[in-house]
């Protein structure tokens, strides 16, 4: 069992979790109607395992990588036959580094992300706001292909 847990560390073990949601609306005046815009942004905590353990009289060097990289989906309506859905992520969000195993929960990562929830929300309020241009782009196509159709 040693043998395997020190091949996962070598090999660079990925353990990911998920975190709490977060969740944003807004309206958008366009010439074909409102578009009303639903975001859902999700977390995903990824940990990388670097290191080796100390052996007898030699110092630990273990310590648990972890990066937070944020998922929003979003669904937009004109109306009940205009809808667009869109997925985008952007990595890396926050990063860090815990000393010790990945697998403990002591080592306080759960606790460094919620305190940067703000950064988070920050990152997923920019992520909407570039996406406003994206769905003015897809109610403009929609609306002339209702309009030649």
Request: hydrophobic fraction near 40%; glycine fraction near 10%.
């Amino acid at each position: 069992m040693k043998t395997f847990a020190f091949a996962g560390l070598a090999a660079g073990l990925m353990l990911a979790m998920p975190a709490q949601a977060m969740e944003h609306s807004t309206v958008i005046e366009h010439p074909a109607g409102q578009i009303t815009a639903d975001y859902t942004g999700a977390t995903r905590v990824e940990m990388k395992q670097v290191g080796s353990a100390g052996g007898a009289g030699r110092a630990s060097s273990l310590r648990c990588q972890w990066s937070v990289s944020l998922s929003v989906e979003r669904q937009a309506r004109v109306s009940a036959n205009l809808q667009a859905k869109r997925s985008m992520v952007r990595d890396d969000v926050i990063t860090g580094s815990s000393p010790g195993w990945c697998s403990e929960r002591g080592n306080g990562i759960d606790r460094v992300v919620e305190a940067r929830r703000e950064d988070l929300r920050s990152a997923m309020m920019a992520m909407v706001a570039q996406d406003r241009e994206v769905i003015l782009v897809e109610a403009e196509g929609a609306h002339a292909g209702q309009r030649e159709g």
